[in-house]
């Protein structure tokens, strides 16, 4: 498993790449909006069951392949890292995304329990930045050296997840909650998307430059 240090680091990284406004986390303040709360919630663990459909994918076909190669090691590290800092200047550029989700109409009708977590698990499991994340970074915190690194991408893939439904969570109650509060002045969620990119150039960065642990 992986040493105290990788945990801690990964755990932050983690933080970090959960807070910046992306594909999942629009998708839920977009639900909490539009459906309420029970059916953002539930699309929620929908979402973070597609999540574990990439860990899996990831943990089977790709923790050996990184683990037996260093070249392949760096090159996959340093194209993630790239793509994490233009996510960054992405999220900086368009941080009206996320107000323009606030803008969309609302809908009357909640939807049944089994669609929207049937809908949350397409949204996870095809979110191009989770995806890269996973490809990309989970084997920067594996223990070369304690053997199983599929078992150990797993295992640091499902604690993403859970930071992730816990993070998406708060998210989904706050949006239901002061729904009228962001309509009053919904720029207020332009700095968040502007210091989510910033913490994201500067993971980005940090990582790339980062050694083998």
């Known amino acids: 498993?992986?040493?105290?240090?990788?945990?801690?680091?990964?755990?932050?990284?983690?933080?970090?790449?959960v807070?910046?406004?992306?594909?999942?986390?629009?998708?839920t303040i977009g639900r909490a909006l539009t459906?309420?709360?029970?059916?953002?919630?539930?699309?929620?663990?929908?979402?973070?069951?597609?999540?574990?459909?990439?860990?899996?994918a990831v943990a089977i076909g790709l923790g050996a392949v990184v683990a037996a190669s260093a070249a392949a090691?760096?090159?996959?590290?340093?194209?993630?890292?790239?793509?994490?800092?233009?996510?960054g200047i992405q999220a900086i550029r368009h941080r009206a995304d996320a107000r323009e989700a606030l803008a969309e109409?609302?809908?009357?009708?909640?939807?049944?329990?089994?669609?929207?977590?049937?809908?949350?698990?397409?949204v996870g499991a095809t979110n191009p930045k989770t995806i890269v994340f996973f490809v990309a970074f989970l084997p920067q915190f594996v223990d070369a050296g304690a053997g199983h690194s599929g078992l150990q991408?797993?295992?640091?893939?499902?604690v993403f997840a859970l930071l992730a439904v816990c993070s998406d969570s708060v998210w989904a109650l706050a949006a239901g909650t002061a729904r009228d509060?962001?309509?009053?002045?919904?720029?207020r969620l332009?700095?968040?998307?502007?210091?989510?990119?910033?913490?994201?150039?500067?993971?980005?960065a940090t990582l790339a430059v980062s050694e083998r642990g």
């Open 1 to 17: 498993m992986p040493s105290t240090s990788q945990w801690l680091a990964f755990l932050l990284a983690s933080f970090l790449f």
């Open 73 to 87: 090691y760096t090159v996959v590290k340093l194209a993630g890292a790239a793509y994490v800092v233009w996510l």
């Open 35 to 56: 459906v309420g709360r029970r059916d953002a919630l539930l699309s929620v663990v929908g979402n973070a069951l597609g999540l574990l459909v990439q860990v899996a």
């Open 153 to 158: 991408i797993a295992a640091l893939g499902t």
């Open 190 to 204: 332009d700095a968040l998307g502007a210091t989510g990119g910033v913490m994201m150039i500067g993971l980005g």
């Open 19 to 27: 807070q910046v406004p992306g594909p999942s986390l629009l998708f």
């Open 105 to 122: 109409p609302h809908g009357a009708t909640s939807v049944r329990r089994s669609h929207a977590v049937r809908t949350g698990l397409v």
């Open 181 to 187: 509060w962001f309509a009053r002045r919904p720029q």
